[in-house]
């Protein structure tokens, strides 16, 4: 065991003091997801006579990802089987645009939880795995709506957005750029999902999450002081989308699948827990602690296998569910939002100097971990 005095007593000098979830209304059941889906490739096998199609189950998908349901922006397009896809109509450019809206609806949340208004704010970061547009940025949206001032800018990093997001923020707080930080992470997945295939169909759900971050002197009692962070990035094209602004400028792949998300599920899994359980055991070991002097692992939130074995190899044993949290049961994988939100909703609990991590791994491949002790 490392006695205290190895433990190191390093902080970035700023704290997240105000956390808040949102997710649309709609719940989205497995078995509804199934229902729709099957009838969509009975249809397809009918129309087309392939027969290398199959049926989904909802058994398979809670037993390889561990998700019973997911929240939705819309039912009516994903329970249609001539649709396949959310009904999400095109706002006019003066209204709010969808996803600032998921972001602000967060935002109230995580503000009122820290005490503030949209006035204190000086700096809006945005992350988020899909990005609606390119320009101008919803950061900048998102600090209007809210009557922030200072500067507002979209970070891209797939299912690191968020910790990339909140490093980003921290950051600037540390140089003085800005003194009360606003992190949104509006993760409408359900829009980039090829709800046709049967070996991702069931992954995403939408949500989004925020946090406010100050530096520690301003920050209240039972504020999570960000100790250390890390980011680290490794190529690779197991997760993909090829969405973009180029995607019309070759009318003979314009509508391909690459278009929208697509993985190696199995290479995924079998690259990143190893990745990602160094990447965190690297982190608590480098600030002189035992990873069991951590109280919470708050992790990225794609499958239950992955994190219970990313979070065995970082102990050396099983983790208890309080150790390392699931919330994609409920939610599904919300992208870059899971580990955030498994914050959020899995804190409130901890006594003061209690350590835990925040960690990102996903698309890119990218990680993030920001190592956090209670005030
Ligand atoms: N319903 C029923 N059976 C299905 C199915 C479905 N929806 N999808 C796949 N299957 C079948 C396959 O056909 C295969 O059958 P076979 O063994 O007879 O060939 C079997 O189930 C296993 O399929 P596979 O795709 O290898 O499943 P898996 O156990 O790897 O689980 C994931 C799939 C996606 C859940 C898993 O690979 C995973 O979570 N990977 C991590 C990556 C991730 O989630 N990334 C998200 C972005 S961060």
Redesign the pocket.
């Known amino acids: 065991m490392a006695s205290r005095s190895m433990i190191s007593s390093a902080t970035t000098g700023t704290a997240i003091t105000g956390s808040g979830v949102w997710h649309p209304a709609h719940v989205l059941t497995n078995a509804e997801l ?1 229902d729709a ?1 099957n009838e969509f490739i009975r249809r397809e096998i009918a129309r087309t006579g392939r027969t290398d199609l ?4 909802p ?3 809670e ?3 561990g ?1 019973k349901a997911r929240y939705v922006e819309d039912k009516s397009g994903l329970l249609d089987p001539e649709r396949m896809c959310p009904n999400i109509p095109d706002r006019p450019e003066e209204q709010l645009s969808v996803q600032a809206e998921y972001a602000v609806n967060a935002a109230k949340i995580a503000l009122a939880q820290a005490g503030r208004t949209g006035e204190d704010v000086d700096l809006v970061v945005l992350g988020a ?1 899909n990005l609606q547009r390119l320009y101008p940025a919803l950061a900048i949206e998102v600090q209007d709506a809210i009557g922030a001032r200072g500067y507002g800018f979209d970070i891209s990093l ?2 690191s957005a968020a910790t990339g997001a909140a490093i980003m923020a921290s950051q600037a707080l540390r140089v003085g750029q800005a003194t009360c930080a606003l992190v949104v992470v509006p993760e409408l997945t359900t829009g980039h999902m090829n709800w046709r295939e ?7 759900g939408d949500a989004s999450v925020a946090l406010v971050i100050e530096r520690t002197e301003r920050a209240h009692p039972g504020s999570w002081e960000i100790l250390s962070t890390q980011m680290l990035s490794k190529w690779s094209n ?2 993909r989308n090829n969405q973009g602004y180029l995607t019309r400028c070759d009318p003979t792949t314009e509508h391909d699948v690459d278009k929208l ?1 697509h ?7 079998k690259d ?1 827990v190893p990745m990602a359980a160094k990447f965190i055991s690297d982190h608590v070991a480098a600030y002189g602690l035992q990873p069991s002097q951590v109280s919470r692992y708050w992790l ?1 939130q ?2 239950q ?2 994190n219970e074995l990313i979070a065995k190899r970082v102990l050396g044993r099983e983790a208890t569910r309080e150790e390392a949290p699931l919330i994609l049961d409920e939610y599904g ?1 919300t ?1 870059s939002a899971g580990s955030l939100i498994a914050f959020a909703k899995h804190q409130e609990d901890l006594a003061t100097n209690a350590y835990g991590v925040m960690a990102s ?3 890119g491949y990218s990680l993030g971990s920001l190592l956090l002790r209670r005030t």
């Open positions: 199934c889906f199959k049926e989904s189950t058994e398979f998908i037993k390889a990802s998700i795995s797939g299912c049967r070996d991702s169909h069931f992954i995403f197991n997760i998300f993985q190696r599920g199995r290479s995924v899994f990143v990225h794609a499958n296998s992955m994988n992208a791994f996903g698309a």
